[in-house]
């Protein structure tokens, strides 16, 4: 990415947020070597702070490259802040409306313009205890069929010391240890030319969230990491035996 390219907006969200993570944060990069340094590619992470972004914005943009976020489409139509997240390439997209596939065009568009996508296939930051890996939603997958675009897996540990989801506590020291790691390209081409099928879709998906444990797991010195996590699903509980039953029809 050539620095004079960026243009002004980029340049003053580079001046102002480097800076502060360059304090708040002790960074152990590595596998830069994996970012594209050109063309489309859909960057693949693993989601496990609300400070994601900001590491892994900072990481790939220290890689050489812009990084572009997907953000929901009503964000680019609020003041001030909507001129300069468009000013600064990042993708409006629609979500639960009818919408969404227009949605999917921008994004094909993007990666196909040459753009640098991040994505966190979970869709939102983990649940699972432990902050690993839950299983995915399919829109990467998707992403990669219709592009052919390199998915590049990127694995961080340490935002979730920044804030941490569960607790809701933000991190106010300086130099907090974050490790951000990058791996080759995931091998998807068992599912080349394939229908988008929902079983196809499901079964790259997850390639893609297994192939994120596993680095995580790397990452963490952990041998042996758990199962793709699934939230249980919600069950009504029956009413305790010892409540009393309120009388219906000619019931005493």
């Not at 974050?178 to 390209?185: K, L, N, Q, S, T």
């Not at 249980?232 to 019931?251: C, F, L, M, N």
Request: glycine share 8%; aromatic share 6%; with cysteine.
């Amino acid at each position: 990415m050539a620095r004079r390219r960026l243009g002004f907006w980029r340049r003053l969200v580079v001046v102002l947020v480097k800076p502060v993570l360059t304090g708040w944060t002790k960074r152990t990069w590595t596998g830069m070597e994996h970012i594209p340094a050109s063309g489309g590619a859909i960057i693949v992470a693993n989601h496990l702070s609300h400070a994601d972004p900001v590491v892994i914005g900072h990481y790939v943009y220290d890689a050489g490259r812009w990084p572009s976020f997907l953000a929901k489409a009503s964000v680019f139509r609020a003041p001030v802040v909507g001129y300069i997240i468009s000013r600064c390439q990042q993708i409006p997209v629609e979500r639960g409306s009818v919408d969404a596939a227009r949605s999917l065009d921008t994004l094909v568009a993007a990666v196909k313009d040459g753009s640098s996508v991040i994505i966190y296939p979970e869709g939102t930051t983990s649940k699972e205890p432990d902050l690993w890996p839950m299983r995915g939603k399919t829109g990467a997958a998707r992403l990669a069929l219709i592009t052919g675009a390199p998915v590049i897996p990127v694995v961080m540990d340490g935002p979730q010391a920044l804030f941490d989801p569960r607790t809701s506590k933000v991190g106010l020291r300086p130099r907090i240890p974050v490790r951000v790691h990058a791996g080759e390209p995931i091998d998807l081409s068992a599912w080349s030319g394939a229908a988008p099928t929902r079983h196809t879709l499901d079964a790259m998906t997850d390639a893609i969230m297994l192939h994120l444990r596993d680095m995580l797991a790397e990452v963490r010195g952990v041998t042996d990491p758990p199962p793709l996590w699934s939230p249980p699903r919600q069950r009504k509980e029956a009413a305790p035996a010892s409540e009393p039953v309120t009388p219906t029809g000619d019931q005493a």
